[in-house]
């Protein structure tokens, strides 16, 4: 099955910095997605993008997709406190999500 | 009111005991999904549903049974529970029609098996 895996796996950084992070995956896909999950909560869909897509916004989030390296980017513009959380990438297909091992971020005010 | 409500939200049992976490939800979204989160590991797919139906097993299903009541009720049941399977649980629900697998998560249920 299809799995993602984020890179790296926890950031810490200073409100009002940019925050990247990565995920591969390993077979081809219809879509890729990106979820936020605060402390013990339930995983909330931030963003799709579509494997003919290169990259998407929506608002501070900035998706890249590159299929020929099986690998997506996420990047949180001017981070806010609020936006500490775990942030999760699933490759979608097959009717199917597969989630990749999360990447916690930080963000101190 | 949410969308995707799982109940309980915490429970603590013992090992053998029989347990049962529902979940129901109001989006209209035919497919449902059972969850465990564990430290480190991500989410694990244990069980599927694509309509009342259609029951599928996921990655880790061993230990576990599902039962799809209702297009809007899905229930996870532990039929004899074991230490191994305190975790977080999440049920999620998505629409078909919309043909790219979001999901849309509910709460979650924090599960001790002492």
Not at chain 1, 24 to 29: E, G, P
Not at chain 2, 37 to 47: E, H, M
Request: with cysteine.
């Amino acid at each position: 099955s299809q799995q993602g895996e984020e890179d790296p796996q926890a950031l810490s950084i200073q409100e009002g910095e940019n925050a990247t992070m990565n995920c591969s995956y390993k077979t081809s896909i219809n879509n890729l997605q990106w979820y936020r999950q605060n402390s013990g909560r339930g995983l909330v869909h931030l963003i799709l993008i579509r494997s003919n897509e290169r990259e998407k916004h929506s608002g501070r989030l900035r998706v890249t997709l590159d299929t020929s390296k099986k690998s997506s980017s996420l990047l949180i513009t001017a981070s806010r406190a609020a936006d500490t959380a775990s942030y999760f990438c699933a490759t979608g297909g097959n009717n199917r999500l597969a989630f990749g091992k999360g990447n916690q971020v930080v963000v101190i005010p | 009111d949410a969308d995707v409500t799982q109940t309980p939200r915490n429970r603590i049992t013992k090992t053998g005991k029989r347990i049962m976490l529902e979940c129901s939800q109001t989006k209209g979204h035919d497919r449902m999904y059972w969850y465990r989160q564990d430290p480190g590991l991500g989410l694990r797919l244990i069980y599927y549903s694509f309509d009342v139906k259609d029951i599928n097993k996921g990655e880790i299903s061993d230990g576990y049974s599902v039962s799809r009541q209702a297009q809007a009720k899905f229930s996870l049941s532990l039929e004899s529970a074991i230490p191994n399977q305190t975790a977080l649980y999440f049920c999620a629900t998505s629409n078909s029609g919309k043909g790219t697998d979001t999901q849309y998560f509910g709460p979650g249920t924090r599960l001790t098996v002492l």
